[in-house]
């Protein structure tokens, strides 16, 4: 996630809201100096930037997500593959304009790669819990993490 946020913050669009919230916290002129001598410092390609964020943090909320499933309409629903679904429905949604951004594949198969090594790295035999059942520290932090989604959000 720090690497998600180090490239949210020096390489993305100003009017991301995480970048909105750093420039609240430090003036415009040092953010924008920063920014340009670290881009200038450290040049990324147009994957790393865009593709390698969402990588990362579907890496980041397959792990959370592993020992936790909720029931649907009295269907158990592992919630290991709602990364997934997320990065799917939020691709369609770019593609439709029902918000920011743009429809690439190359995203989608860069979160399924990342899901599928966060999905195998590290087995979960233990009994899975319900997520809503009872909040504790795991699952809020499960929650939270799909919630991060939403700092880059392109403000107008």
């Known amino acids: 996630m720090i690497v998600s946020l180090f490239i949210y913050a020096f390489y993305r669009t100003d009017k991301t809201l995480v970048n909105q919230m750093i420039i609240q916290l430090i003036p415009f002129k040092t953010y924008q100096s ?3 001598t670290i881009t200038a410092s450290l040049p990324l390609n147009k994957y790393m930037i865009y593709s390698l964020p969402e990588g990362l943090w579907v890496f980041c909320i397959t792990l959370t997500s592993k020992e936790f499933y909720f029931d649907f309409f009295k269907k158990r629903i592992n919630c290991v593959f709602i990364p997934l679904v ?17 429809f690439d594949f190359f995203d989608i198969g860069i979160s ?9 790295i590290i087995d979960t035999q233990q009994r899975l819990e319900n997520l809503f059942h009872s909040l504790n520290y795991n699952s809020l932090f499960c929650l939270l993490s799909y919630c991060i989604v939403y700092l880059a959000h392109v403000i107008h």
């Open 112 to 120: 399924l790669f990342f899901w599928f090594i966060a999905a195998k």
């Open 86 to 102: 997320f990065v799917v429905a939020l691709e369609l949604f770019q593609l439709l304009h029902i918000t920011n951004g743009y």
């Open 34 to 36: 920063l920014k340009q």
